[in-house]
């Protein structure tokens, strides 16, 4: 067992475990964070979309020993000043079905629009293909992205991202 200290949500935090254990298992199990859900463990599905020093990664495939010193951001640190616009247009839109992509999805959201603020359909189809929704959520998901890209461009709601 290693010590790994790394930025989670803001907050410095020091956990013991080898450091080759994927990094989603130690924010669900050893840290409690449970936004970043266990979709397929290798990297394919999103459910585990989170951000790494502001880059949209999967920490089911990223080990927490490559951790240190970087900032972690899940869903919880997203909205913890209150709803960001990504998550103020995905409760208007009404997009969430079972809600167990929607941490994920709306992660890689955040990253595709700090990047380009304006993107179109191919943009958004692009950037989210490899976020999967069993629901099929994708129309709704599309909506909501555009809706928040105007929400930030207004400069609505601009916390927590």
């Avoid at 080759?20 to 990297?43: I, S």
């Avoid at 979309?49 to 900032?71: K, N, Q, W, Y």
């Avoid at 899940?74 to 009404?94: M, Y």
Wanted: proline content about 6%; glycine content about 12%; charged content about 15%.
């Amino acid at each position: 067992m290693v010590a790994h200290q790394f930025i989670l949500n803001g907050q410095p935090v020091t956990v013991e475990t080898p450091a080759d254990l994927p990094l989603l298992w130690v924010l669900r199990d050893v840290l409690g964070v449970t936004g970043p859900k266990y979709g397929c463990g290798v990297g394919v599905c999103g459910a585990c979309t989170s951000h790494l020093d502001g880059e949209a990664f999967r920490p089911c495939i990223h080990p927490v020993g490559s951790t240190a010193g970087r900032e972690v951001m899940t869903i919880e640190g997203l909205g913890a000043q209150g709803l960001h616009p990504v998550q103020q247009a995905w409760v208007t839109e009404d997009v969430a079905q079972c809600g167990f992509c929607q941490p994920g999805q709306i992660m890689a959201a955040v990253a595709l629009l700090r990047k380009n603020s304006h993107p179109s359909d191919a943009d958004i189809d692009a950037a989210m293909s490899e976020n999967v929704c069993r629901c099929g959520t994708y129309v709704r998901i599309r909506a909501a992205i555009k809706r928040a890209a105007l929400l930030l461009r207004s400069g609505a709601g601009v916390n927590g991202g």
